[in-house]
């Protein structure tokens, strides 16, 4: 394997990805898996659980090195990850998370982001005085603190009600469009993907690949309910061909 942070893209090639365990055969997650999304783009992995989504992820993140293939990330190769829990410290206020994490942003960086996540008045709060939304929010603040050359996102909504998942949704898609930061996005959830992604990569059943690859040209700014509804229809005859994962 390796890694590199050159390019004017994420590229992702893993030939392949086991999983031993003692006394049983090794499980393959990931086969000729390729991937390639273009700087300043925001990327969706789509596929239901055990398919592989978090394992790519880890590998992506350099968390996992043992793998047979090469990911290549972004020029800069800056990471920015907010996992499913947001594995703040307990310990220090919401600005003093964030001051930790990238401590070369000025104040005044921190303030806006901070603002733009409609975290001001929290600033001073420790994590266990937040809400699970709040707390994620914060998380995806102190990754954007960085100035990450690549965002990668697991599951994002995941444990949020409906109402607070579409407020970070659209929170989100906000930052990407003002920011421009390369985004990989793993979800369960289509609507969710056509909602936030470029382009959307529809993994196909284990050991897994990206079975398709769907554009999204309507920008997210002037996505309706009728472009969003005939891509899911698009995406859903593709996963049937794959016959799920
Ligand atoms: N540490 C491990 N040891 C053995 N098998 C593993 C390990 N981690 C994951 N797997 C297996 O690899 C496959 C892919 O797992 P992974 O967690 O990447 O899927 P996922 O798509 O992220 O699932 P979910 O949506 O439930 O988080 C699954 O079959 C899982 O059981």
């Known amino acids: 394997m390796s890694r590199d942070g050159a390019a004017a893209l ?11 365990s003692a006394g049983a055969r090794p499980q393959r997650a990931l086969e000729n898996f390729v991937l390639s999304l273009p700087v300043g783009r925001a990327g969706a992995v789509v596929g239901p659980s055990g398919c592989g989504k978090t394992t790519l992820l ?3 993140a350099g968390l996992d090195t043992e793998f047979s293939g090469e ?4 020029a800069g190769g800056r990471l ?8 703040l410290l307990p310990w220090r206020s919401v600005i003093d998370n964030l ?6 942003a000025s104040e005044e960086a921190l303030a806006a982001l901070l603002a733009a996540l409609e975290l001001s008045e929290h600033a001073r709060h420790f994590p266990g005085e937040l809400s699970l939304g709040l707390a994620r929010r914060v998380a995806i603040a102190r990754a954007l603190a960085i100035e990450p050359d690549l965002l990668l996102l697991d599951e994002p909504f995941v444990s949020l009600d409906d109402a607070l998942a579409r407020d970070l949704r659209a929170r989100i898609a906000v930052l990407i469009d003002e920011r421009h930061v ?18 959307i990569f529809l993994l196909s ?4 690949r990206v079975g398709a690859t769907l554009n999204v040209t309507t920008p997210r700014k002037l996505m309706t309910k009728d472009v ?3 891509l899911e229809a698009r995406a859903r005859k593709e996963i049937e061909a794959m016959r799920g994962c």
């Open 99 to 104: 001051r930790i994490a990238a401590p070369q």
């Open 58 to 60: 880890r590998i992506i």
């Open 182 to 199: 390369t985004t990989l996005i793993v979800t369960h959830d289509l609507r969710e993907a056509i909602e936030l992604a470029d382009v």
């Open 228 to 230: 969003a509804d005939a």
């Open 205 to 208: 059943p284990r050991p897994s």
């Open 10 to 20: 994420l590229e992702v090639r893993v030939s392949h990805k086991d999983y031993s």
């Open 80 to 87: 920015g990850m907010v996992f499913q829990e947001p594995r």
């Open 71 to 74: 990911v290549t990330l972004p």
